[in-house]
């Protein structure tokens, strides 16, 4: 089987929402995916998708708010 980077499904940046809801958000995706089995292939794969996807629009909102620095 041949490995694919999560980065693979990366489709442009990431239009990020305000600060705080994007703060918001993220610690609501740290609360869900708290539970994941870590024996479970599919859980950790869940959590790494949504946690990637959630820290890309963070790290988008944190930019926007710098001036794109």
Same mark, same amino acid.
């Given at each position: 089987? $041949?490995?694919? /980077? *999560?980065? $693979?499904?990366?489709?442009?940046? /990431? %239009? /990020?929402?305000?600060?705080? $809801?994007?703060?918001?958000?993220?610690?609501? %995706?740290?609360?869900? $995916?708290?539970?994941?089995? =870590?024996?479970?292939?599919?859980?950790? =794969?869940?959590?790494? +998708?949504?946690? !990637?996807? !959630? *820290?890309?629009? *963070?790290?988008?909102? +944190?930019?926007?708010? !710098?001036?794109?620095?």
């Amino acid at each position: 089987m $041949t490995a694919t /980077p *999560l980065r $693979t499904y990366d489709y442009g940046d /990431p %239009t /990020p929402l305000d600060m705080a $809801t994007e703060l918001r958000m993220a610690a609501e %995706t740290l609360a869900e $995916t708290a539970t994941a089995d =870590i024996h479970d292939d599919s859980d950790m =794969i869940r959590s790494a +998708v949504a946690l !990637r996807m !959630r *820290l890309r629009s *963070l790290a988008a909102a +944190v930019e926007a708010q !710098r001036g794109g620095q």
